[in-house]
C-alpha cells in the first residue's frame, strides 16, 4: 500500500535559500533507498513561511525502517536547523489515484 509522508515547517524568510539547497542535498541522499518512490518541497501561497515535504514510499513498513534506522539521522542532517521549532510530520495512505479507477480503452472491433 503507497503511502504519502507529510512534513510541514515554518521557514523564516532569511532562511529559504539555504533550506532549499538543504532539501536538495538531503533528498539527494535518500533517492534509492528502498522503498523510498520521490519526493516534492511544496510552499504554501497563503504563507509562503510554511513549507511541505511530500514523500512517497511503497509503504509504511519501509518508510518506518528507513525512519528509524541510524543513517537516516546522518542523511537528513542539513535540514535539521531548519525544522526544529515548527516540524510536523504525518502519514497518509493513500487510497486512490486517477490511475486506480481508469480502465484500458476498448478497441474498436475489426469490421
Known sequence: ???RVIMTATIKPEDFDAFEKAYIDVTSKVRGTPGHVRDALLRD???PTKYSLLAEWEDEEQFRAWADDPEHMRQSAAMYPFWADSFQRSIHEV????ESYETPRSTPAAG
Open 45 to 47: 501561497f497563503a504563507d
Open 95 to 98: 487510497r486512490a489515484t486517477l
Open 1 to 3: 500500500m503507497t503511502i
